[in-house]
């Protein structure tokens, strides 16, 4: 397994993710939906992999939904960074990374262009189930 490590700006939340293949291999997802360009977010995840997400002060975490409002995107309320998106689902959280808060995206491939936006909700979830890491772990101190 590959370690790989990332946070937000100003520590608060932090993420550490085994992935099953060298990091260069992954193509980070550029989701095009209006949020997601805000952010200029990009999203990395491995369903073979495990991610667990630190956060320090939880008061300083900030949960958002938009779209089908199934999922709801993870940033740090101190800084600003999105640091990913997460979605559970009968006790079992899945999600996925924004590569942009991995020293910028540097450690994987080129990226690719995503459009979930044009996915029906079920479709969304059955995408998210096949794509995002399922070993997910949010601790909070
Ligand atoms: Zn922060």
């Known amino acids: 397994m ?3 490590r990332g946070s ?4 608060n939340i932090l993420m550490d993710m085994e992935l099953a293949r060298a990091p260069d291999t992954y193509q980070p997802r550029a989701c095009n939906c209006d949020f997601c360009r805000q952010h200029n977010a990009a999203y ?4 073979q992999g495990s991610l667990a997400i630190w956060i320090k002060d939880q008061n300083l975490s900030g949960k958002y939904s938009q779209g089908s409002g ?7 309320k101190h800084c600003g960074v999105l640091v990913g998106v997460y979605y559970s ?16 995206g540097k450690p994987f491939g080129p990226e690719q262009s995503a459009s979930p936006q ?3 909700a079920s479709d969304k979830v ?16």
Not at 44 to 47: K, N
Not at 89 to 104: F, I, K, P
Not at 128 to 133: I, S, V
Request: hydrophobic share 45%.
């Open 70 to 76: 199934q999922a709801a995107f993870l940033f740090c």
């Open 44 to 47: 990395v995840s491995d369903p």
């Open 89 to 104: 689902h009968e006790g079992r959280v899945y999600a996925a990374v924004n590569a942009r808060a991995v020293q910028g």
């Open 8 to 11: 937000c700006h100003c520590g």
């Open 2 to 4: 590959f370690p790989v």
């Open 118 to 120: 044009t996915l029906s």
């Open 126 to 141: 059955q995408r998210w189930q096949a794509l995002w890491f399922s070993s997910v772990n949010i601790v909070c101190c």
